[in-house]
């Protein structure tokens, strides 16, 4: 950190105490502006510097450096960085998303490798009654008796796996440890349905649209996997704290129906900010479910979810307002709530607990 961030930072630990919150967010503030001009000066040395190595008045095209290579497909992965996000309005590069994974056969050869392998598979395990994700599970995951090791697991390390929201094929997985690929096989053996009642989540880096023989002629974005996850929507509403005078049963439809109305809105692929924010709140967020359940007990009925980049943003620290719109059943007047969801790095995080909005 240089000299100058450090002063401000000492300047505004001594100023007289206005209030934790504000005092805060003005030490974040100072801090940014200070990192904004000394990153724009920066930028100015590099482009003199090249201008300067070149004989003209236009930069070079520098190397990217650091660039980890994980698979062929990979090459031409843009650089994108935990610790450096991209300064593009809107779009970090982080995807964040929810839908459903499912398995495709790149090529006609594996297909057949694979129609072998459940053959074989078959002889030892009855699978008539499975669907065709229930039979890929178990072929996966099938253990020979003496090894005690997957045996079609090779097939699998090939497969094309594909992310699916709102049923449409939206991205390309590329799982990058060996656990993030049994976590995709274990999500094979899951219900699948409309809407569903297993949610998958990734977490990850957007790359460039995956060449022709990637997925069997598929061209879709690439998705690096950092961490994947899948859950019943219905151990989410156990966990829930439910709001006295409030029935059982009452409060599980209610918070069902937000969580499925509030992943259905529209365009929300979880590569966007704005998603990337309200993705975050519907999966870790309780208070966001209690508080709907209060308002319902108001007689006021969630009628509007909205994203927007807060006020304290800016293109190093996208931080962005979440804001729950609701109607009174009665008088028919809305009542605004807010929380604030820091998304700067790959995984979002809270800013500010859920409170009133009032709109400027």
Not at 22 to 38: G, K, T, V
Not at 72 to 79: F, G, N
Request: net charge negative.
């Amino acid at each position: 950190m240089s000299e100058s961030i450090q002063t401000t930072v000492e300047e505004q630990k001594s100023a007289p105490r206005m209030g934790e919150a504000e005092s805060w967010r003005q030490i974040r503030q100072d801090i940014r502006e200070e990192i904004m001009a000394e990153i724009r000066e920066g930028i100015r040395e590099e482009v003199r510097g090249n201008g300067r190595e070149n004989g003209s008045s236009q930069p070079k095209k520098l190397a990217p450096s650091g660039k980890a290579s994980l698979a062929p497909a990979e090459a031409a992965w843009p650089e994108v960085y935990e610790t450096a996000p991209s300064l593009t309005p809107m779009f970090s590069g982080y995807i964040y998303a929810l839908g459903t994974v499912s398995a495709r056969f790149p090529s006609l050869s594996l297909e057949k490798e694979y129609i072998q392998a459940e053959a074989a598979v078959a002889l030892e395990k009855n699978l008539g009654a499975m669907t065709p994700r229930q039979k890929m599970y178990a072929v996966f995951t099938y253990q020979t008796p003496k090894r005690k090791r997957e045996r079609y697991r090779y097939i699998a390390q090939q497969m094309c796996w594909l992310f699916s929201i709102e049923s449409i094929e939206s991205y390309i997985l590329q799982p990058s440890t060996e656990e993030q690929l049994s976590e995709l096989i274990d999500m094979l053996d899951k219900p699948f349905g409309t809407p569903p009642m297993d949610v998958d989540v990734v977490v990850g880096v957007r790359g460039p649209v995956a060449p022709p023989q990637t997925c069997g002629g598929m061209q879709l974005p690439l998705v690096r996997l950092y961490n994947t996850y899948s859950f019943p929507v219905g151990r989410l509403v156990e966990n829930l704290p439910k709001p006295q005078n409030m029935d059982e049963n009452e409060f599980q439809t209610l918070v069902t129906q937000v969580f499925y109305m509030t992943m259905q809105l529209a365009d929300n692929m979880g590569n966007m900010d704005e998603h990337r924010a309200l993705n975050y709140v519907i999966l870790q967020y309780e208070n966001m479910y209690v508080m709907v359940a209060e308002q319902a007990q108001r007689n006021c009925s969630l009628t509007d979810v909205q994203v927007q980049r807060s006020p304290l943003s800016d293109p190093l620290m996208p931080i962005m307002d979440v804001i729950f719109s609701f109607t009174n059943n009665a008088d028919k007047t809305v009542t605004n709530f807010f929380t604030e969801v820091d998304v700067t790095g790959m995984y979002p995080f809270l800013n500010q607990p859920i409170q009133p909005y009032y709109r400027k």
